[in-house]
Nanobody, 123 residues
């Protein structure tokens, strides 16, 4: 069982930056692939980024590539999402999620989810 708690959301102007954190409970954090997803009002939840167990491999949605960076610290049981050059269209609730395999990491078929943190980008 893994519990995930996101933090770091807030209100920022377009062009600004935020860093989201997701703290995981348990001693098996390194056994999980971690992902970030987001859901804007009236839209389906979409994949943002994912990172492999040790952090050597990262994957991004085209819409955030070059602006967002996913990373993890297995000693701290935490995954991060550094978001730069934010745009109003990045406004959404951001969720972190965990699964054991990299298979279909872009789908929302993850085993554990956090409750989300709101990111609002003003124009």
């Amino acid at each position: 069982q893994v519990q995930l708690v996101e933090s770091g959301g807030g209100l920022v102007q377009a062009g600004g930056s935020l860093r989201l954190s997701c703290a995981a409970s348990g001693r098996t954090f390194r056994n999980y692939v971690m992902g970030w997803f987001r859901q804007a009002p009236g839209k389906e939840r979409e994949f943002v980024a994912a990172i492999s167990w040790g952090g050597s491999s990262t994957y991004y949605a085209d819409s955030v590539k070059g602006r967002f960076t996913i990373s993890r610290d297995n000693a701290k049981n935490t995954v991060y999402l550094q978001m730069n050059s934010l745009k109003p269209e990045d406004t959404a609730v951001y969720y972190c999620a965990a699964k054991h395999t990299l298979e279909d990491f872009r789908s929302d078929d993850y085993d554990y989810w956090g409750q989300g943190t709101q990111v609002t980008v003003s124009s």
